[in-house]
């Protein structure tokens, strides 16, 4: 039975027509240029801003992480910053009070975000929506109030150093080394999307009841999600860590967490490349407000605040724009260019086609219904 849904999407009906080899190769082209671009500007800016470049990237890759479990799986987490807080401390626990290498501490930092937000997952199977948000909500509290006060783990006030890796010591090389690590998630993520493992993960989302009608186990495929979070959020906790070369557990509060929600609806819930584009807008701005000399002395003389607390203010009023007007985000907005690399046509519709008016849904299905001679 064809439903109206199948009428009003002909292009799902019908091959999309493929680029030629010469429009690949610029489509190809243009992505390596502005990789490029962005690698050669990241070496040769000037190092204050290669380190606020890094912060961008990790915060990219902590939207990505949110991203799986907001725009993916259709969950909410509140908790987020306890995931990336406990990789964090246990990435320079272990090259500071261990003697491992970066490397293996990024590595148990990874895997140990993986199996916290597991469990987590396994606890809030039954549950969704304000429940869910709840109970990631006290698992966050309970990590910064428990977890981050044990001072063989954060040495207390003094927090625990975490030095950076050999070769990659300077604020130029390491920016560069979180853009490709943020590079290496983006393609992970794309993969996975393009997967059976990613097809199930939405279909979940979509609903539960379908996907487990077609043996798809929704509980599997739930922690499945929150494991893969768990694991991008970890590595980019071992990355924030040896940024800062000292993890201290002020930087992991629930205003953090807020923000890191605010900036995937920002973003697009499920877009990668709007959720980056917006976490890196979100980790820049305290930087970018300094850069208007009258804009910064309003905010800080008059205003009496600090740049970083203006990004609670603008980050929920660009949320709720965001909501009313664009509800695809930032994602929705660039997508003209997004379809042209992926092989379709440019063109400025969100659907990528010129509409003809639209008719009423009624009559397509009718005259849908005549061609079909039923």
Known sequence: M???????????????????TRGWI????????????????????EPFWADRFALAAIYGIIGLSLNVVLGYTGQVSLGHHAFVGLSAFLSA?????????????????????????GLLGLVALRIRGLYLSLITLTYGFVA????????????????????????????HKFALLCFLFLGLVLWIDWRMMKTKVGRAVLAVKQSEAVAASYAVSVTGYKVLGFMVSGAFAGLAGSLFAHRATTVV???????????????VVVGGLGNRTGVVI????????????????????????TMGK?????????????????????????????????????????????????????????AAVLRHLVRRGR
């Open 249 to 263: 557990s002020a930087d992991f509060s629930f205003r953090e967490a807020l923000i890191w929600v605010l900036m």
């Open 93 to 117: 626990f272990f090259v500071t009070e261990k003697g491992q290498s970066f490397w293996i501490g990024l590595l148990l930092a990874t895997l140990a975000g993986a199996l916290s937000a």
């Open 144 to 171: 910064v109030n428990s977890i981050f006060d044990i001072p063989a783990l954060t040495r207390g006030g003094a927090g625990m150093p975490a030095p950076r890796p050999s070769g990659f010591a300077t604020e």
């Open 306 to 362: 600090d740049p970083e607390e203006l990004t609670l203010v603008i980050g929920p009023a660009l949320a709720l724009l965001t909501i009313i007007l664009y509800p695809g985000g930032v994602g929705e907005q660039i997508s003209p260019i997004t379809r042209w690399f992926r092989g379709e046509k440019f063109s400025l519709h969100p659907d990528g086609h010129k509409p003809k008016g639209k008719p009423h849904r009624a």
């Open 26 to 45: 610029a489509r190809i082209g243009v992505m390596i240029l502005l990789a490029a671009i962005v690698l050669w500007r990241v070496a040769t800016i």
């Open 278 to 301: 917006a976490s890196m807008f979100f980790a820049l701005f305290p930087f970018l407000v300094g850069l208007v000399n009258p804009l910064e002395h309003f905010v800080i003389d």
């Open 2 to 20: 064809t439903t109206a849904t199948e009428v009003l999407s002909p292009a799902d009906a019908r091959t999309r027509p493929q680029p030629s």
